[in-house]
């Protein structure tokens, strides 16, 4: 089984192909257009900016898929792409365009729910090597943080997320009042790795809830008003250094603290994390020492860097699992999406 995902929920145009085999799932082809660089000279993204870019990117992104995977469309058995959440202009250039071409080309078209192909990053992997239900589900991304528990394909429970900031939307709210360019998860981690984690005590909100909630907002505001009450020289490397490893590791100590609760409370034996913030490694060498504490054994699932960021092969993976529509054509793009239904 053959499948090309394509991806446009938010800056990236992204178009994947992948296979499925007795040995498992494989990437053909994975190619990535990104108008980053263009929106961090803006601090963030500028939706109709992303949108434009997209018009332009999304047909040469496919063709190159195809050409670096060696196949023609008549090779391809299916036609995934994602359907929401993320920006509308954004969603609507991918489910557009691959209407088209599933009509064009008589392919099936599986829409995918751009959360939960996060998560399907973790399945591109030989069988041996793929997640076993159930299992707790991190999801921490630019917009976006929720624990699930999957108890099998397509079924699973909502157990908590966050209240107000995403994770990664916090480290690029701190970045930008740290005068460093978008994304800014990237950067924080890469100058806290000189830095030292405790040098300002900053505030792990609903860490003692008894829930798997998470809440960033007041990260960003405690972190505003320790620039301007102490009058911070960010200039110095070395207190800037220092900011960016306290900002990482409050995220980080929330993020392990109410995983680790749903892993108990939900007694699974594997840990799936996923999305843009996952590729922070910092967090993901806590996480294993975390993991280790626990009585019980518990297997950690991260997909490589390149696939913790959004990616056409992600959504290919998740459309393994999921059934194409009727009717290609009665598919619409819903930027409000969710897990917490
Ligand atoms: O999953 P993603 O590519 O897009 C969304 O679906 O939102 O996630 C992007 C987010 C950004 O907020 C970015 O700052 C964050 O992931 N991110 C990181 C790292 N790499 C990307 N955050 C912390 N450390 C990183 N190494
Ligand atoms: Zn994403």
């Given at each position: 089984?053959?499948?090309?995902?394509?991806?446009?929920?938010?800056?990236?145009?992204?178009?994947?192909?992948?296979?499925?085999?007795?040995?498992?799932?494989?990437?053909?082809?994975?190619?990535?257009?990104?108008?980053?660089?263009?929106?961090?000279?803006?601090?963030?993204?500028?939706?109709?900016?992303?949108?434009?870019?997209?018009?332009?990117?999304?047909?040469?992104?496919?063709?190159?898929?195809?050409?670096?995977?060696?196949?023609?469309?008549?090779?391809?058995?299916?036609?995934?792409?994602?359907?929401?959440?993320?920006?509308?202009?954004?969603?609507?250039?991918?489910?557009?365009?691959?209407?088209?071409?599933?009509?064009?080309?008589?392919?099936?078209?599986?829409?995918?729910?751009?959360?939960?192909?996060h998560y399907?990053a973790n399945?591109i992997n030989?069988?041996?090597n793929?997640p076993?239900?159930?299992c707790v589900g991190l999801l921490v991304s630019g917009?976006?943080s929720d624990l699930?528990?999957?108890?099998?394909?397509?079924?699973?429970?909502?157990?908590?997320?966050?209240?107000?900031?995403?994770a990664g939307?916090?480290f690029?709210?701190?970045?930008?009042?740290?005068?460093?360019?978008?994304?800014?998860g990237p950067?924080i981690s890469k100058?806290a790795i000189?830095?030292?984690p405790?040098?300002?005590?900053?505030?792990?909100?609903?860490?003692?809830?008894?829930?798997?909630?998470f809440?960033?907002?007041?990260?960003?505001?405690?972190?505003?008003?320790?620039?301007?009450?102490?009058?911070?020289?960010?200039?110095?490397?070395?207190?800037?250094?220092?900011?960016c490893a306290?900002i990482e590791q409050a995220i980080i100590d929330s993020l392990i603290k109410k995983t680790v609760?749903a892993i108990?409370?939900?007694?699974?034996?594997q840990l799936i994390i996923a999305g843009g913030v996952a590729a922070n490694k910092k967090l993901t060498e806590e996480f294993a020492e975390a993991l280790e504490q626990l009585?019980?054994k518990i297997k950690l699932f991260v997909p490589p860097s390149n696939l913790c960021t959004?990616?056409?092969?992600m959504?290919?993976?998740?459309?393994?699992?999921?059934?194409?529509?009727?009717?290609?054509?009665?598919?619409?793009?819903?930027?409000?999406?969710?897990?917490?239904?």
């Amino acid at each position: 089984m053959i499948i090309l995902g394509v991806e446009t929920s938010c800056d990236e145009t992204s178009a994947a192909i992948l296979e499925q085999n007795e040995q498992g799932i494989q990437i053909l082809s994975n190619i990535i257009a990104s108008s980053a660089p263009l929106q961090s000279k803006f601090g963030g993204i500028i939706p109709e900016q992303a949108a434009r870019e997209q018009i332009k990117s999304i047909i040469p992104v496919i063709n190159e898929t195809l050409k670096e995977a060696h196949l023609r469309p008549e090779d391809v058995d299916a036609i995934a792409v994602t359907e929401g959440p993320g920006l509308i202009g954004s969603l609507l250039v991918g489910v557009e365009t691959m209407k088209v071409l599933a009509e064009t080309w008589q392919k099936p078209l599986i829409p995918v729910n751009h959360l939960i192909g996060h998560y399907y990053a973790n399945w591109i992997n030989n069988k041996s090597n793929q997640p076993q239900f159930p299992c707790v589900g991190l999801l921490v991304s630019g917009g976006h943080s929720d624990l699930v528990l999957f108890k099998d394909h397509s079924q699973f429970e909502y157990l908590g997320g966050t209240r107000d900031d995403a994770a990664g939307e916090c480290f690029d709210k701190c970045a930008r009042l740290l005068g460093l360019s978008y994304p800014g998860g990237p950067q924080i981690s890469k100058l806290a790795i000189i830095g030292d984690p405790k040098s300002y005590n900053l505030p792990r909100p609903l860490n003692d809830s008894r829930d798997f909630d998470f809440s960033f907002s007041g990260l960003k505001t405690a972190v505003a008003t320790l620039i301007t009450k102490q009058d911070l020289y960010l200039s110095d490397q070395q207190v800037l250094a220092n900011l960016c490893a306290s900002i990482e590791q409050a995220i980080i100590d929330s993020l392990i603290k109410k995983t680790v609760a749903a892993i108990q409370n939900c007694h699974v034996e594997q840990l799936i994390i996923a999305g843009g913030v996952a590729a922070n490694k910092k967090l993901t060498e806590e996480f294993a020492e975390a993991l280790e504490q626990l009585p019980q054994k518990i297997k950690l699932f991260v997909p490589p860097s390149n696939l913790c960021t959004d990616n056409g092969a992600m959504i290919a993976s998740a459309a393994f699992y999921l059934k194409p529509v009727k009717n290609a054509l009665d598919t619409q793009a819903n930027p409000n999406l969710s897990l917490a239904y």
